[in-house]
């Protein structure tokens, strides 16, 4: 059962060949025996899944059960679901209970989807690495000395040791692609504004979107199917009609033209991953598609644009956290200011401290023209390049990473190094574009993705390209040993 | 653009968030590092360029002025650090 596709665990439930509840079972139990290692889930609570999945099969037995109802979903610890801790991976939020559901959580319920727990994650999603999660680090299960990448770390990890059928994540630089690649997965991070981000716990508000992480990009397409929809609360939601995502999966690519940015083929990028990209796009061309070299020039900008839109966005977001209406407070102060301060010092891990903090500098008095007025126009270079390159191709590939997962502690004391493993992820939130990851190979035995960029509103075609390859490969289907 | 330990104190204290003096220090290189990878926004020239915030270029969206939320004060209050009579409690701020 832990290696089925969503599509087959749905005929399995709609056949009554299982229950839900026999479902949610099985995962909880694989949970329970696996997790103390890994790490990927920071809150359970089995009452309440396995409530969702009685109300499931009794909605499966009336008949009026969707291709989601009574299977269980890993939610990331960034969506507030109501009457569940949620805690965003920081001290700060260790114990709140969220008093209302996010729209995706709402959109899973609707679906009658259960929720099999809330997954560890970076500390307010800052991090590519999932170390900076104040409930521990996450084993990458494919070499548990390694990181499985942040910040949608526990997502991956769950999904990889197949402690869930699938979960969904948040992507503001990567965080979704990143961790999809270092697991072993495929991830989407849809265009901007597709997903509505009322209820997900703001980090970067002009760049965060979720998405869905799974084994394959047919069980991304169902997630999607779900996740995606016009809400009024989030201001930046997009008003669109509802679409299938499924709707392009078998389409031929006779005629697909990609794009290969010379940029992400140049220094930095390990030679071992090259390779495994390289081959993945030579099983493209064998697959009818034709290739063509594009440039985006502005590639090496991206990184320097994001440390200064995403901190100085935080900071905003941040200044939430002040002790007073939710969240941690600090045991002593002598007045109200000292109370803020030793509030969020207390309440916050060094790397949210350091973008918060740099995130204040570069909105201080004086320097917004020079750090963030400047970092939006580069930003809109950065989209120019894109929209120049899509005129040339209807996707682009490239590497999700420049490495495989890296060691735990091997970049945490130092932040710029960890910053440059979302070189070739970050400029796709810049732009807003959809990016997706999907599993292409191996490099000494850990996993390998390739990206695959579209332009807005793409992802159905985008979904078909990957369908199509792990139509006629297997990377996809493989599972780490010992689990 | 370099930092002082004072630069790192100030930012710190306009973010609310209390430093030690160790901590200070430490947070100096590494807030210079980062701030040393911004600096190359810089040598592009951006003259003329319109700043971009959202993909779509989109506006803001309008709506009626009116209630539409349900009073939910007692649940919203339950997860709050402390609060009394239906308000939050803080340190005296007028003697």
């Given amino acids: 059962m832990i290696n089925h596709s969503l599509n087959e665990l749905a005929a399995l439930l709609a056949g009554k060949k299982i229950s839900s509840a026999e479902l949610t079972r099985e995962f909880l139990v694989r949970i329970a025996k696996h997790n103390p290692a890994i790490n990927a889930f920071v809150t359970l609570d089995e009452e309440k899944s396995l409530a969702q ?58 679906a009658g989807a259960v929720n099999l727990g809330k997954t560890n994650m970076d500390e307010f999603a800052m991090g590519s690495s999932n170390e900076t999660s104040f409930f521990g680090k996450v084993q990458n299960p494919w070499d548990r000395a390694r990181v499985p990448g942040g910040s949608s770390g526990g997502s991956a990890a769950a999904v990889a040791a197949r402690l869930a059928p699938a979960a969904t994540g948040t992507d503001t630089g990567g965080s979704i692609r990143q961790p999809a690649s270092l697991c072993g997965l495929s991830g989407l991070k849809p265009t901007y504004g597709v997903c509505s981000r009322y209820g997900m716990i703001a980090f970067a508000s002009s760049l965060d979107q979720a998405g869905p992480m799974a084994k394959s990009c047919a069980d991304l397409s169902l997630m999607m199917n779900v996740m995606a929809g016009f809400d009024n609360r989030d201001s930046t939601s997009l008003q669109r009609d509802q679409e299938d995502y499924a709707r392009e999966l078998n389409k031929p690519l006779a005629g697909l033209r990609i794009g290969l940015p010379r940029e992400y083929f140049a220094e930095g990028l390990s030679a071992e991953v090259a390779k495994v990209v390289q081959d993945a796009i030579a099983e493209y061309r064998r697959l009818g598609a034709q290739t063509v070299e594009v440039s985006l020039p502005n590639t090496r900008l991206s990184i320097p644009v994001y440390y200064v839109l995403a901190p100085a966005e935080a900071s905003s977001n941040l200044a939430r956290y002040d002790g007073v209406r939710y969240g941690y407070r600090a045991p002593q102060y002598t007045d109200l200011l000292d109370m803020y301060c030793k509030t969020r010092a207390q309440g916050f891990g060094a790397e949210v401290k350091r973008r918060i903090m740099i995130g204040t500098y570069v909105l201080s008095a004086g320097y917004y023209d020079a750090y963030y007025l400047k970092a939006q126009k580069l930003r809109r270079l950065i989209a120019q390049d894109f929209a120049a390159a899509f005129k040339q191709c209807d996707v682009i590939m490239g590497p999700t990473a420049p490495d495989t997962a890296f060691k735990s502690d091997e970049k945490t004391d130092d932040p710029v190094a960890m910053y440059l493993q979302d070189i070739y992820t970050i400029a796709v939130n810049l732009a807003g574009l959809p990016g997706m990851s999907i599993p292409a190979g191996f490099a000494n035995g850990l996993p390998v993705g390739l990206q695959v960029i579209g332009n807005y509103f793409d992802e159905a075609r985008m979904l078909n390209v990957g369908h199509a390859y792990q139509q006629a490969t297997d990377w996809h289907t493989r599972m780490p040993e010992g689990l | 653009m370099s930092l002082t330990l004072n630069d790192v104190k100030r930012i710190a204290h306009l973010a609310r968030i209390e430093v030690q003096d160790s901590e200070a220090e430490a947070c100096l290189g590494q807030l210079s590092g980062i701030l040393g990878l911004i600096e190359e926004m810089q040598s592009v020239n951006t003259d003329g360029i319109e700043p971009m915030s959202h993909s779509q ?28 009579n239906g308000l939050y409690l803080v340190p005296k701020v007028i003697e």
């Fill in chain 1, 53 to 110: 999945a009685a109300a499931a099969d009794a909605r499966i037995a009336k008949g009026d059960g969707g291709p989601l109802t009574g299977i269980p979903i890993a939610q990331k610890d960034i969506f507030c679901a109501k009457g569940w801790r949620t805690t965003c991976g920081s001290k700060m939020l260790a114990n709140f209970t969220a008093p209302y559901d996010a729209y995706v959580i709402e959109q899973f319920d609707r």
């Fill in chain 2, 57 to 84: 270029d989109v506006s803001q969206r309008l709506r009626e002025d009116a209630v539409t939320e349900a009073d939910q004060r007692a649940l919203f209050q339950s997860v709050a650090p402390a609060v009394e």
